[in-house]
């Protein structure tokens, strides 16, 4: 498809359609040959809007060529930032919800899914391909995880006042502890009932322009916590068991290793997930994202009660109170 076609569907889009956190313009594209969705960054874009779109475009061949399930990525403009991709449609895994007689299934696929991401697209990964930062690491785990949790949510939502070189103290500790699982693998860092779109009754990944490199266990994290599905916590328990034995038939890894692992990284995602909701709900004022701070703190607090944790006294009476703060009528 050349620019002159691309730029007669744009001028009659079939629907423009809303995102979540996102600045970003999604429009659907009438065509006779397939479902087209365009992409572009916020008007006036400058590099950094740019950048996410070279990530959307690169990240997303190399995901597609290694047979992820993602949108095929059919056109990118450097100058402008538009990526046309194949449209997966309107139903997303959070759509499917408690009660509905096929959910489990399609979790289930879902974390095959995911571990054959994660192994398959680390090979040949391309760190120049990412926009943000080109690997998981502790810096990120203390400055936008912990420290997003401590100051946007804590802070600036709640008011609370706590020791700041204690809980500093075991943030470090905490992201000291999560980097020691292997981060050389697909990482798509957002990995949320939300972000996966269900084309023919299959799980298919989206929003993957903030992938790098990172450690398995934290996608899966975010798909099990995810505060928007609330999935309980025998399935939970169900579904990292049924994502190991598809991960153990794809690279060899120690089971007891891994659920280490992924214990440090639920944390990490929980702290992240707070202090984005806080953020978003009250400085970028979407109200929509304030109704899951409720089950995000539960999970947090439930994740800190374990006896793993039980050295970090601080993060336990901050969850604790986060909870009571969110789950207060």
């Not at 929003?207 to 399935?235: C, H, K, T, V, W």
């Not at 890894?253 to 702290?271: G, I, K, S, T, W």
């Amino acid at each position: 498809m050349n620019h002159r076609e691309i730029e007669r569907l744009l001028q009659h889009p079939e629907s423009i359609l809303q995102a979540d956190g996102s600045s970003r313009r999604f429009f659907r594209l009438k065509s006779g040959r397939r479902p087209l969705l365009a992409i572009l960054p916020p008007e006036q874009a400058g590099p950094k809007e740019l950048a996410e779109a070279r990530s959307v475009a690169c990240i997303g061949r190399h995901l597609h060529a290694r047979g992820a399930a993602t949108p095929e990525i059919f056109a990118w403009d450097a100058e402008s930032g538009l990526v046309l991709c194949e449209d997966f449609g309107d139903t997303r895994l959070h759509d499917i919800g408690p009660g509905h007689p096929e959910r489990l299934r399609l979790y289930e696929e879902t974390v095959v899914a995911l571990a054959c991401m994660q192994v398959r697209a680390a090979e040949g990964f391309d760190p120049a391909w990412c926009w943000d930062t080109p690997r998981y690491n502790e810096q990120l785990m203390q400055e936008r995880e912990s420290g997003y949790f401590l100051q946007a949510c804590c802070r600036d939502l709640l008011g609370l006042s706590f020791d700041g070189a204690g809980l500093a103290h075991e943030c470090r500790l905490l992201a000291a502890s999560a980097a020691q699982a292997p981060a050389c693998y697909f990482l798509h860092r957002d990995c949320q009932s939300r972000n996966i779109m269900l084309p023919a009754g299959r799980p298919a990944f989206i929003d993957f322009q903030g992938g790098r490199l990172g450690p398995l266990a934290y996608d899966l994290a975010s798909l099990l916590i995810d505060p928007y599905a609330a999935l309980p916590e025998a399935m939970q328990a169900h579904l990292l068991e049924h994502y190991l034995a598809a991960l153990l038939r794809l690279t060899p890894y120690d089971p007891e290793r891994f659920r280490h692992e992924y214990r440090l990284l639920a944390v990490q995602r929980n702290l992240q997930i707070m202090g984005a909701f806080a953020f978003l709900s009250q400085v970028r004022g979407k109200p929509f994202f304030a109704a899951f701070l409720a089950p995000a703190a539960a999970s947090l607090a439930t994740l800190l009660a374990h006896e793993a944790f039980a050295r970090y006294a601080g993060l336990r009476t901050l969850a604790c109170l986060c909870h009571q703060h969110f789950s207060a009528p």
